[in-house]
């Protein structure tokens, strides 16, 4: 088996079929970003691709790099990522997308408040709501992160479809 990794879906229908045509393995998973701020290639491009061909999807980026999680809310933290050299071009991009988004981030915050549930479980709970996602990279650095994001696995079961219009509602699709 094989797979793609931030391909148009033009691009894998090309491949898929080529593979056919010559009788040969098609790609059988794409592996897009997808979070609440980076949706519309998954769920407006990919969604109905993935549906034609059973294709599945290995997402990364769940967080926004961190971003969903609510901890730069007040700038980086030390032992962030953000401040390891090497990442100056993250650290930029971040922090442009957190002041762009900043009212969407406080409803965020708000709602997984409400909900009784960390920023990034939610992230990720809200992520595995979508049938297209058979897969959830995770970049956790410390054993804490880990546990929280796991337990999305039990709050994505709890979430309903009023839960995740009103998710969904903190940021326009993009």
């Known amino acids: 088996y094989w797979g793609t990794s931030e391909w148009p879906a033009d691009l894998i229908r090309e491949a898929i079929a080529f ?3 010559h ?15 980076h949706r519309a290639h998954v769920e407006q491009e990919l969604a109905p691709l993935c549906r034609e061909h059973g294709l599945g999807t290995t997402i990364w980026s769940p967080l ?3 971003l969903l999680t609510g901890k730069y809310t007040r700038g980086v933290p030390e032992d962030s990522r953000l401040n390891t050299p090497g990442y100056e071009w993250l650290r930029e991009l971040l922090l442009t997308r957190r002041d762009e988004l900043a009212q ?3 409803r965020f915050a708000a709602l997984a408040e409400e909900i009784g549930a960390p920023q ?23 054993r804490a992160q880990l546990d929280e994001n796991f337990r999305a696995l039990s709050l994505s079961q709890q979430l309903d479809a009023d839960a995740k219009s009103r998710i969904e509602s903190c940021f326009p699709l993009a």
């Open 64 to 66: 926004a790099s961190g």
């Open 104 to 106: 969407g981030l406080v």
């Open 120 to 142: 990034s479980t939610l992230a990720i709970a809200w992520c595995l709501l979508n049938p297209q996602v058979s897969t959830v990279m995770l970049g956790a650095t410390k």
């Open 19 to 21: 593979a056919t045509a």
């Open 23 to 37: 009788g040969l393995f098609a790609p059988q998973m794409e592996q897009p970003q997808y979070s609440l701020v």
